[in-house]
């Protein structure tokens, strides 16, 4: 089993969960409905932070077979989208007693949805969180792979100024035996008129 495929597992896992604790929390009263919505909630930042990682795996798969996961992501995403759009919805809202209408009733317009603000406010920080993680690691790679890019350059550098050496040290040997074969030649010219 792939890396993704054990993601898309923990996906159906937390969404069942999910979708049960939504279908629990309309008939549930103060303290266990504030405790499920709070249940509900770390669910979604979970399942959201999952999701980053899916989409970090399907980023680091070959092309011939990303765009195959990256329907199958999206697809994920707006499920997703759909749950938190109805768990935003004023029936699973947590309820504060001194909400009421001018005649003492529940006003639906102003329940509080303070759980809810704070679930999301949580999973935009751990999102910004990550972020800045993943470009801090990003960073760090460019700057180790310019310093070995450097330290490679210098090498480089080092050989070619040890090979320029030789070169003129072995042009300078042919310039000798270039100047001892001229000084040869005209002994042996001076040599062959005698």
Avoid: W
Avoid at 93 to 98: E, F, G, I
Wanted: some cysteine; aromatic content about 6%; hydrophobic content about 30%.
């Amino acid at each position: 089993m792939s890396l993704f495929e054990s993601y898309e597992k923990q996906y159906g896992n937390l969404t069942s969960d999910i979708t049960f604790k939504l279908g629990k929390i309309p008939q549930l009263n103060g303290g266990e409905r504030a405790k499920e919505v709070h249940d509900v909630s770390i669910l979604f930042d979970e399942t959201k932070e999952l999701i980053e990682q899916m989409s970090l795996e399907v980023q680091e798969m070959r092309s011939d077979v990303r765009s195959k996961f990256q329907n199958r992501l999206e697809c994920y995403r707006k499920e997703l989208e759909k749950l938190t759009t109805e768990f935003r919805r004023p029936r699973y809202a947590v309820r504060r007693p001194d909400r009421k209408d001018s005649y003492g009733f529940d006003d639906e317009d102003n329940l509080h949805e303070e759980v809810l603000f704070d679930t999301d406010m949580r999973a935009q920080l751990l999102g910004n969180t990550e972020r800045i993680s993943r470009t801090t690691t990003k960073l760090e790679d460019g700057v180790r792979v310019a310093l070995e890019t450097e330290e490679v350059g210098g090498h480089i550098l080092q050989d070619l100024s040890e090979q320029r050496e030789k070169l003129q040290r072995s042009r300078d040997k042919l310039r000798q035996a270039d100047s001892d074969l001229k000084k040869s030649s005209r002994i042996l010219s001076v040599m062959t008129r005698r």
